[in-house]
């Protein structure tokens, strides 16, 4: 006798630098961060989940907003999940990546990515329940929209392996 489960497979999707998702079933969304953070945003109540990815704070001109810019990026999740349906008082955020390492850049822009973050997320009352910041170390991050699981893989140097199409020694 064969079972067949509820629950419908998660499918995969690769969240590139500069780039937000919000999938309609549930998904393994996954990513490679330094400096960059990435938010992600859960509906307890809906079970639905979202990320952003982004490289640089922030932007104020009108005609270059996109979400490589954090105040884009973090803005741009939090509508894209209320028009989804979403009550504000049902998200929960956690926070990834800001890294630096002054072997690659004298500016510590991973700082200044987990400030604009954590700002707009507190001025819309959305609760950061975990972070893993900082360090000097890349991460890698998986994270299961249907059921809120999160994997974070730290490595010393990030390998063009480490991107998608994934190939070779990863």
């Not at 929209?145 to 063009?160: A, M, P």
Request: no cysteine.
């Amino acid at each position: 006798m064969t079972q067949t489960s509820e629950k419908p497979v998660a499918q995969d999707y690769f969240l590139k630098p500069g780039y937000i998702y919000l999938p309609d079933r549930p998904t393994t969304i996954s990513t490679v961060l330094g400096s960059s953070v990435a938010v992600s945003l859960y509906d307890r109540s809906l079970k639905t989940g979202g990320m952003n990815h982004f490289l640089l704070p922030y932007v104020e001109s009108s005609e270059k907003t996109t979400a490589r810019y954090g105040n884009v990026a973090v803005l741009t999740l939090i509508r894209m999940m209320t028009a989804n349906g979403s009550n504000k008082s049902n998200l929960e955020a956690q926070l990834f990546g800001g890294a630096f390492n002054s072997k690659y850049s004298k500016r510590d822009v991973g700082r200044d990515n987990l400030r604009t973050a954590k700002q707009i997320l507190a001025g819309r009352k959305i609760k950061v329940v975990s972070e893993d910041t900082g360090g000097e170390l890349g991460r890698k991050i998986v994270f299961n929209t249907g059921t809120y699981e999160i994997v974070i893989l730290k490595v010393d140097r990030l390998r063009n392996s480490d991107w998608y199409p994934y190939s070779g020694d990863r």
